[in-house]
């Protein structure tokens, strides 16, 4: 490993495979007409299909805008715990001329055949897949308890928009977002990623953060999608302790994160926020004026 390889916050360098560079950009201008009948020109997202194939055995196709396919491969991979971690991982290249992602391990996997033999569909946008067992697993992990204030989740709500750049322009995709938020700083926004599925924008945040030795425990995770039991499991696998979205939440991703301890705020835009666990991590500390017509019951703010 030479000098440029990543280093963790101690100095110790982190291991990173061979990899192409091959993100596409992620918006195509094409014509259409409006509804005077006129045409006009604007942007639509990207969609290309990807086949990840896993030491030459074909894994899954992944619908995507393409901007960073290696990422995507990577957190894909150790998300579904396809490998045992990022330094099994030998070589991965794209080829988009034949829509396909060839990953190499030292040690060709051995127990590939029954990871695949356990598969569930999940609600993920294009119909997302997990492989095995990962939900008996999951449960066993436990995200670090953090304290969160009112005006912090204010500040990040305020900064995000302004990186919906791909939504912005051409629609039709989600965002995800890693974070630093602090009570005595702007929120920093270490990776902010569009997809056309919000599980693919995770998995790309994953193999960002895997790649480069990123602690996730200090960090937020927002993203523009629902909450589901496929969101909470990736940010759990992150150990990143604050999940937030300005979508709305599923029961089974409520379950999961109350057993996993993460801090689950949805419906968050503007001043508006709705807190289904950990509503006693957080301090309100900017509680918004009483709004004309409506009288707040006794511990409303807090009940979630």
């Given at each position: 490993m030479d000098a440029a390889t990543p280093r963790t916050d101690d100095g110790r360098r982190t291991y990173r495979p061979e990899m192409t560079d091959a993100g596409l950009r992620p918006a195509h201008e094409v014509?259409?007409?409006?509804?005077?009948?006129?045409?006009?020109t604007g942007f639509i997202a990207g969609e290309r299909a990807l086949t990840l194939f896993l030491d030459d055995r074909e894994i899954v196709t992944l619908m995507t805008l393409g901007t960073h396919p290696e990422m995507l491969t990577l957190g894909y991979l150790l998300n579904q715990r396809l490998v045992p971690c990022i330094e099994s991982v030998d070589a991965i290249r794209v080829?988009?001329?034949?829509g396909r992602v060839d990953v190499e391990t030292f040690e060709r996997i051995s127990d590939l055949d029954d990871k695949l033999r356990h598969r569930t569909v999940t609600t993920g946008c294009g119909q997302g897949t997990v492989f095995g067992r990962i939900g008996d697993q999951i449960e066993k992990i436990r995200v670090p308890r953090v304290a969160v204030t009112q005006s912090s989740i204010y500040r990040l709500l305020a900064g995000i928009s302004e990186h919906n750049e791909v939504y912005r322009r051409a629609g039709a995709v989600h965002g995800c977002a890693l974070c630093e938020v602090t009570d005595d700083s702007d929120p920093r926004i270490d990776l902010f990623v569009e997809d056309v599925g919000r599980h693919n924008a995770a998995d790309a945040i994953s193999g960002h953060m895997w790649l480069n030795a990123i602690d996730g425990?200090?960090?937020?995770?927002?993203?523009?999608?629902?909450?589901?039991?496929?969101?909470?499991?990736?940010?759990a696998q992150m150990q990143v302790p604050i999940l937030l979205s300005r979508s709305g939440v599923t029961q089974r991703g409520l379950e999961l994160a109350r057993t996993i301890g993460v801090v689950l705020i949805a419906r968050a835009k503007g001043r508006h926020f709705l807190v289904y666990n950990g509503a006693d991590q957080i301090t309100f500390d900017a509680i918004p004026a009483q709004r004309p017509g409506t009288a707040r019951?006794?511990?409303s703010s807090t009940s979630a």
């Open positions: 014509d259409a007409v409006d509804e005077y009948g006129q045409r006009r080829d988009w001329g034949a425990r200090s960090k937020w995770f927002y993203t523009t999608g629902r909450l589901t039991s496929e969101m909470v499991i990736k940010v019951q006794a511990g």
